[in-house]
DNA sequence: ACGTTGACCTATA
DNA sequence: GTATAGGCCAACG
């Protein structure tokens, strides 16, 4: 496993309940600001990770659940969202901006107070 | 081996 | 404000 996909699943571990974040802002912080689309290719390979990974609380930059179709149904990443205090609603995610919790930001800010 | 596709993002027009 | 274009890299047929 390339250590790009394993700093992809432990960042996204590292997203707290209720809270989101975008496949972008985990690609800047891991230094691919432009390769997005691999974070979105890990994810599909977070399923065969032993490990449970959070990919509902991963989003696109519009808030949208595009990732949905990828699990078992569609409605159980909408159902893992609101499990967890997540309002989703017409397959977007409600207050986007106040819920999103960027890693480059949160992560590297208790690094630094550390 | 090549072309297409994809859980995306940014930048122009 | 929507629309189109380009870029990125890995997987699939």
Not at 64 to 91: C, R, W, Y
Request: with cysteine.
């Amino acid at each position: 496993m390339s250590d790009f996909y394993e700093k992809v699943f432990e960042v996204v571990r590292q997203i707290p309940v209720g809270r989101v974040t975008s496949y972008g802002a985990i690609a800047r912080y891991l230094g691919s600001a432009q390769s997005s689309r691999m974070v979105g290719w890990a994810m599909n390979l977070s399923h065969h990770q032993e490990k449970f990974v959070p990919a509902h609380r991963v989003v696109n930059r519009n808030g949208l659940l595009t990732g949905k179709i990828h699990f078992g149904s569609p409605n159980e990443m909408q159902e893992l969202l609101e499990n967890e205090g997540i309002a989703v609603e017409n397959d977007c995610v409600t207050d986007f901006e106040k819920l999103f919790w960027d890693p480059m930001k949160e992560l590297d800010l208790e690094q630094f107070e550390r």
